[in-house]
Structure formats: structure tokens, C-alpha cells
């Protein structure tokens, strides 16, 4: 299948498998939707359905969309996308064009989590539909808990402004409405920005079925960012991931179908939960020389989950490389851009025979850990169990209109970001109390 010839492509996709009856039958489209895993049809439930052709339509606004190949996990497929804000609104004329990115042990897995990053992305962007409150900083913070004050307290300090735009949110413990700082969620062009965000603002947001999928997806991957900041750059020591249990069960048989027989890498896992108690795996990945190192972070509900996405991020991130080496070879280092090289510095840079942070220091917890059934549910828990530990969630429904796909924005300002400018309590205390990550790194950046 080679989807890259015509977006078009997926506009006939998608009313193909929405059953358009201009649309008739075809055997050609048909074929590639038996191949995406969209048909049959048996055992789809309508909002499925629903969510498969918006992203299927969502595929065809974007600039290209195509498969790749990795000679390290050949097993995984791999799909890329260009996408760009311009064609959403004129006033984005000036966004470069960005990329996403997807990977699964299916077609269908790569594809939707391909388009899911990009239909995440595009939906960042600041749009009329958005409800925003013009009002003094000093005002707007006064409905925070103190942890989350005092973090957005920092952020907002840089502002020339007093006055900046406020959008709805949501606490998610309470139920409350709050207005969240609309440069902490979206977006804008330079002239409507009160703010340079310190973060990535695709850090906790996510695309899903449901908006308690995306929330879900949003909310654990605050906590893996928080996890690996205290890691990486706080030097606090992994365990070990038990081999009892599920987990590393979850984990040969992936590296094994994702491998099929390559042995140009060697695989290890590391368990960097933290104090949260929201399991948090990093798998990683070297040559035998100990360079090249790679790696994936994830954290979910139940270890074995954790354990097969990481490995999912660590063989995205052995792709990245060869897509690295592949722009070197054809335009030389002045085609790089800053990702790319934090991608050479970490691969060439890191020993990871050497590098003690990244082996473990004491048995970890043994896999297999109850986990309600449903995503609603399974924020619920989630909800609760950070609340309880002093962690306030904060949510923005960034859906928009034109995808009909629900998105996300999450944000908890008490844990720490990775990578950010801003170091939290979290962060500092880790710090004080290791001396901190750059110890083992020399400094090069995780992400």
C-alpha cells in the first residue's frame, strides 16, 4: 500500500468504508482497508466506525503520508506524515511544516497512531472556536492549588504583559471550571502570544476515540515525562523489571516479532516508577560497542502495558536514527536540523556499557497489577490516585470541528516536564539528593 501518490486516496478511503452509496464498491479501495484491519466490519461498533473514517479523512488534509521500513525492528510498521497549519488558517503561513510519526505491530496501529499525531498537532493550533478570557496574571492563578501556582507562577514570570488571555479548562478531581493559561495550551502567532511556553506544547496532549482516551493517553504521558526527567536529569537509579509475571513474558515475545532474527541491537528494560506509583518502563537499545543507544518511555496502569509501548517508542526512535543518517547522506549536516542532532549526539555520544544510569540497582516491583477495564475508568483511577499524592490535572477539550476527533490537553504543573526550561520541587529534590543526571550523561538530552 502506498498511500503517498494522493490524499485523495483517503477521502475515496473514507467514504468507501462509510458506506457512501455514490461511492459504490470498490475492490481496489477495499483491498487496501482489509489491509488497514477496517474491514470487515464485523465487530465494529459505530463510534468506531465514526473514528475510523475521520481518520481516514483526516489523513487526506494532510501534505503526504507514507510507510517506512526499520532494519533494526522489521517486524514494526512505520508510517510518516508531513503536515501543516497553513492550510488550516493563512495566518499560519509562517509554521514550518512538521512531521508525525507511527508505529505498531500492525498496519492499522502505525496508521492510527500516525494520524493521531498529527490530527493532535493541527488541533494546537488557535482557532475561533477557542473561548478565551483576557485577565490580569496575578488574578487567573488564584484558583490554583498552591503546587500548580507556584509552577505556573515561574512560567508566566518572563510575561512583559500583566493582562494575558485565559482559556476554559477543567480540574479533573473536582469537577471545577478554571481558565488555564492559553499559551500553555495553544498554539498562536507571535503577535496574539503573551508567553514562549518552556515546554513542548505536545507534551500531554493526545488524540483517542473518546475524550477519556485522549485524556488518559495525555495524563500518563505527563507522568512518563515526569519519570524520565527524574531519571535522566535528576539521577535517580532504575530497578530492575521482574522476570516473573507478564511483563517480560509481553516483552520477548514483542522484541522477538519485532526483530524477526535481526541481532544488530541488544534490548533491555529499566522500571523508573516513581513516588506516584504509576508504573513507568524505559526500553532501551545499543549495538554491541554500546553506541547507538535508543530508547522508548511509557507509563500505563499495568506494567506489561508500559513494557510494550516503550519498546514501541524505543524502535521509533532506532528508525529516527536511519532517517537521521539517510538526510546526512544526501544534503550533508546543513540539512539537519536541532533534532537531529540531539538524535547523533545521543547515538554516537552515550556508551551505554558505561553509562551506570542506564542499568538498574535493585530488584523492581513484580508485573501484573489490576487495571480497571475502560479508559473512563482508568482515568478515574488515575484522577485519584495523583490527586492523592498532591497533584492537580487540568484539562482543555482541543477538539476541533474539522476532524471530529477528540483531543486533549493535559496539564499538570506540579510534575516536571522533560525536556523544559522550568525545574520544579520534584526535579530539585531529586537533584539534591543524587546530584543529578549529568553526572552519568555529561548533559546530552534524552529527548
Given at each position: 500500500?502506498?498511500?503517498?501518490?494522493?490524499?485523495?486516496?483517503?477521502?475515496?478511503?473514507?467514504?468507501?468504508?462509510?458506506?457512501?452509496?455514490?461511492?459504490?464498491?470498490?475492490?481496489?479501495?477495499?483491498?487496501?482497508?482489509?489491509?488497514?484491519?477496517?474491514?470487515?466490519?464485523?465487530?465494529?461498533?459505530?463510534?468506531?466506525?465514526?473514528?475510523?473514517?475521520?481518520?481516514?479523512?483526516?489523513?487526506?488534509?494532510?501534505?503526504?503520508?507514507?510507510?517506512?521500513?526499520?532494519?533494526?525492528a522489521p517486524g514494526v510498521a512505520f508510517f510518516g506524515a508531513e503536515i501543516s497549519a497553513a492550510g488550516?488558517?493563512?495566518?499560519?503561513?509562517?509554521?514550518?511544516?512538521?512531521?508525525?510519526?507511527?508505529?505498531?505491530?500492525?498496519?492499522?496501529?502505525?496508521f492510527e497512531s500516525c494520524i493521531g499525531e498529527g490530527v493532535e498537532y493541527l488541533s494546537q493550533f488557535e482557532t475561533g472556536q477557542d473561548r478565551l478570557h483576557r485577565g490580569p496574571i496575578?488574578?487567573?492563578?488564584i484558583a490554583f492549588d498552591p503546587a500548580s501556582r507556584t509552577v505556573l507562577s515561574e512560567i508566566m514570570r518572563p510575561s512583559a504583559c500583566s493582562d494575558v488571555d485565559w482559556i476554559d479548562a477543567t480540574q479533573l478531581s473536582s469537577g471545577r471550571p478554571v481558565r488555564f493559561p492559553a499559551d500553555l495550551c495553544l498554539r498562536r502567532t507571535p503577535e496574539r502570544s503573551g508567553l514562549t511556553p518552556p515546554f513542548s506544547l505536545s507534551s500531554g496532549c493526545a488524540a483517542g476515540?473518546?475524550?477519556?482516551?485522549?485524556?488518559?493517553?495525555?495524563?500518563?504521558?505527563?507522568?512518563?515525562?515526569?519519570?524520565?526527567?527524574?531519571?535522566?536529569?535528576?539521577?535517580?537509579?532504575?530497578?530492575?523489571?521482574?522476570?516473573?509475571?507478564?511483563?517480560?513474558?509481553?516483552?520477548?515475545?514483542?522484541?522477538?516479532?519485532?526483530?524477526?532474527g535481526v541481532a544488530t541491537k541488544r534490548t533491555w528494560l529499566l522500571d523508573i516508577t516513581t513516588d506516584l506509583d504509576v508504573p513507568c518502563i524505559v526500553a532501551m537499545s545499543c549495538r554491541a560497542d554500546g553506541r547507538g543507544f535508543a530508547c522508548g518511555l511509557a507509563a500505563r496502569l499495568a506494567v506489561e502495558n508500559a513494557v510494550r509501548s516503550a519498546l514501541m517508542e524505543m524502535s521509533q526512535m532506532e528508525l529516527a536514527y536511519d532517517v537521521v543518517e539517510q538526510k546526512r547522506r544526501e544534503g550533508g549536516d546543513a540539512a539537519l536540523n536541532e533534532y537531529d542532532r540531539r538524535h547523533i549526539a545521543r547515538s554516537t555520544l552515550i556508551d551505554a556499557a558505561k553509562c551506570e544510569l542506564l542499568h538498574p540497582v535493585a530488584p523492581g516491583r513484580l508485573a501484573g497489577e489490576a487495571c480497571p477495564d475502560t479508559p473512563a475508568r482508568q482515568l478515574d483511577a488515575l484522577i485519584g490516585r495523583l490527586s492523592a499524592r498532591g497533584v492537580e490535572t487540568f484539562a482543555v477539550d482541543l477538539t476541533r470541528s474539522g476532524f471530529g476527533i477528540p483531543v486533549v490537553r493535559i496539564a499538570a504543573p506540579a510534575l516536571q516536564m522533560e525536556p523544559s526550561e522550568i525545574v520544579t520541587a520534584r526535579l530539585?529534590?531529586?537533584?539534591?539528593?543524587?546530584?543529578?543526571?549529568?553526572?552519568?550523561?555529561?548533559?546530552?538530552?534524552?529527548?
Open positions: 500500500m502506498d498511500p503517498s501518490n494522493s490524499t485523495n486516496q483517503f477521502e475515496r478511503l473514507a467514504a468507501c468504508l462509510a458506506g457512501s452509496p455514490a461511492q459504490g464498491r470498490d475492490g481496489e479501495l477495499e483491498v487496501i482497508l482489509e489491509k488497514l484491519g477496517y474491514l470487515p466490519l464485523s465487530g465494529t461498533t459505530p463510534s468506531e466506525l465514526r473514528n475510523r473514517v475521520a481518520l481516514l479523512q483526516a489523513a487526506a488534509r494532510f501534505s503526504d503520508v507514507f510507510q517506512l521500513v526499520s532494519s533494526d488550516l488558517d493563512p495566518a499560519f503561513q509562517h509554521q514550518a511544516r512538521s512531521s508525525a510519526s507511527g508505529a505498531g505491530l500492525s498496519l492499522r496501529q502505525a496575578e488574578d487567573g492563578l476515540a473518546s475524550f477519556e482516551a485522549a485524556a488518559l493517553h495525555g495524563m500518563l504521558e505527563l507522568v512518563e515525562r515526569d519519570a524520565a526527567s527524574l531519571w535522566w536529569r535528576g539521577g535517580m537509579r532504575g530497578r530492575h523489571v521482574a522476570l516473573e509475571g507478564p511483563a517480560m513474558a509481553a516483552a520477548a515475545a514483542f522484541v522477538a516479532q519485532a526483530r524477526r530539585s529534590a531529586a537533584r539534591s539528593r543524587t546530584g543529578g543526571g549529568d553526572l552519568y550523561t555529561g548533559g546530552i538530552s534524552l529527548l
